[in-house]
């Protein structure tokens, strides 16, 4: 069975950093674009970031340019999410979805919480 | 950016009524090249992971029930449940893929009436 397995979540002050990973499994994740989606609990979905299949291209939503990196390791079939100068209004569940247009498997998740 | 608007927020329907949903598009999200919606309709459950149910604004996901349909083109989609059973309960996102940032509606609130 496909499966995408985040993990990395936790508590950060503002300003500090995070990585989180998201592993796949049950499919080989270097023919598939990934992205990120963010969504504070209770509120609605917001796209991150996206990393099309060989790593060779990725996009960032406004809001986190310059501040979070998306990578890719396809030999270990995981994706990344390097997220620094973290805010609190990075405060939200991340998941990782794969699909170049449509989303078609989503992970479950991992929860940022970003506070002093 | 592409800004994608649902209505109405929430929606109160009863066991087995039809249930409607909208979502417009600031601009089109047809590519004329393969004349393709490049649209979705997301089921989410509440502590679940969304699931896609429609894609290509009217292509149904395998597995999802045909009580569950799309239609629409260009700005204007709709996804309909012909007759709403108790397991749709859940909150609904369009979402176009037409262009990054691939924006999502803010979603529509299902219950049962």
């Known amino acids: 069975e496909a499966q995408l397995v985040e993990s990395g979540g936790g508590l950060v002050q503002p300003g500090g950093s995070l990585r989180l990973s998201c592993a796949a499994s049950g499919f080989t994740i270097s023919t598939y674009w990934v992205h990120w989606v963010r969504q504070v609990p209770g509120k609605g979905l917001v796209w991150v970031s996206r990393i099309n299949s060989d790593g060779s291209s990725t996009s960032y939503a406004d809001s986190v340019k310059g501040r979070f990196t998306i990578s890719r390791d396809n030999a270990k079939n995981t994706l990344y999410l390097q997220m620094n100068s973290l805010r609190v209004d990075d405060t939200a569940v991340y998941f990782c979805a794969r699909g170049a247009y449509y989303f078609d498997l989503w992970g479950r998740g991992t929860l940022v919480s970003v506070s002093s | ?113």
Do not use: H
């Open chain 2, 1 to 113: 950016d592409i800004v994608m608007t649902q209505s109405p927020d929430s929606l109160a329907v009863s066991l087995g009524e039809r249930a409607t949903i909208n979502c417009k598009a600031s601009q089109s999200i047809l590519y004329s090249s393969n004349k393709k919606n490049y649209l979705a309709w997301y089921q989410q459950k509440s502590g679940q992971p969304p699931k896609v149910l429609i894609y290509w604004a009217s292509t149904r996901e395998s597995g999802v029930p045909d009580r569950f349909s799309g239609s629409g083109s260009g700005t204007d989609f709709t996804l309909t449940i012909s007759s709403l059973q108790a397991e749709d309960v859940a909150i609904y996102y369009c979402q176009q893929y037409y262009d990054a940032p691939y924006t999502f509606g803010q979603g529509t609130k299902l219950e049962i009436k």
